[in-house]
């Protein structure tokens, strides 16, 4: 399984920025994507998660820093997870991750990081 994010970039504060993650490979289901970010002498911390939890949209998780303004969406037949970010601010200046677990076709869980995708915030 692999993980396949984009949509980083530079942009001021305000301003709008979405990002994508695309997962492909031997999968038979995804439970839950998610993308996490890490700034520079911190730790990696989530930003904000989806589980297909059978409801329309599925069950979604948000840091409270960025309620409000991100907003997690999955779309299911691409495997593919959005984080539309609005509002940015400089404090959301990191490099995000993506992640996902669910059930590949061997009947084996897995569980993968994609590549970072930097987003800087500045004016």
């Known amino acids: 399984v692999q993980l396949q994010a984009y949509g980083g970039g530079l942009v001021q504060p305000g301003e709008s920025l979405r990002l994508s993650c695309a997962a492909s490979g031997s999968i038979f289901r995804i439970n839950s994507m998610g993308w996490y970010r890490q700034a520079p002498g911190k730790q990696r911390e989530l930003v904000a998660s989806?589980?297909?939890?059978?409801?329309?949209?599925?069950?979604?998780n948000y840091a409270d820093s960025v309620k409000g303004r991100f907003t997690i969406s999955r779309d299911n037949t691409k495997n593919t997870v959005y984080l539309q970010m609005n509002n940015l601010k400089p404090e959301d200046t990191a490099v995000y991750y993506c992640k996902s677990d669910g059930i590949g076709t061997d009947w084996r869980r897995f569980d993968y990081w994609g590549q970072g995708t930097q987003v800087t915030v500045s004016s």
């Open positions: 989806i589980t297909d939890g059978g409801s329309p949209g599925g069950s979604t």
